[in-house]
């Protein structure tokens, strides 16, 4: 779908932690021809006009409102708090966040797709969702809300990464 692929996640992803824990995760991947810094990444993924809807909706459901400023002090590293969530962890070209109820991460992460002198940039987005004990059963389990919401979140991650993949390339275009 529009470019975006489902893989595995990168071995050195901060995500391979719920991975092995098995929490569910899932990663996706698309490439743009230009080289793209790690901040430049989150900047666009969290100003598409898609993610600002989720912003607006996070506003008027759990009262977390946030800003594109806030977008941008979050891709540079001058905070570690946007909207509903909170980083759990940072390296040089990744970020990962935790929603406010511990149960969601959310993960970013650019790398250089190819030699020296080649331009080309992965951009890599994914989720965790940990299990939690059924309060009947007691085992541990994904949620019924989660299960019955994983195939939206499936194709909403696609349309979030494209969105920041074209919000990208459109400001490519225009420094041409």
């Known amino acids: ?16 932690s719920y991975s092995k824990s098995g929490a569910y995760t899932d990663c996706y991947r698309t490439e743009v021809p230009e080289t793209i810094t790690h901040t430049q990444y989150v900047s666009a993924f969290y100003t598409t006009s898609l ?15 946030s800003t594109d400023h ?6 540079q590293g001058s905070t570690n708090l946007f909207a509903a969530w909170q980083v759990e962890s940072r390296a040089e070209n990744q970020l990962l966040l ?13 790398l250089p797709a190819g030699e020296d002198n080649d331009p080309r940039t992965h951009l890599y987005f994914g989720s965790a969702i940990t299990k939690v ?22 194709i909403y991650s696609r349309l979030l990464l494209y969105s920041a993949r074209l919000r990208l390339k459109a400001q490519f275009v225009g420094k041409s």
């Open 133 to 154: 004990p059924n309060q009947k059963t007691g085992k541990i389990r994904l949620g019924t809300g989660f299960r019955v919401l994983l195939g939206f979140h499936k």
């Open 70 to 75: 806030e977008a941008e002090q979050l891709a």
């Open 51 to 65: 993610f600002k809807l989720e912003r607006v909706i996070l506003t008027w459901l759990v009262s977390k409102p």
């Open 98 to 110: 935790s929603d406010f109820s511990g149960r969601t991460r959310s993960w970013l992460m650019a």
């Open 1 to 16: 779908m529009f470019s975006i692929e489902s893989c595995e996640l990168p071995g050195e992803a901060l995500l391979t």
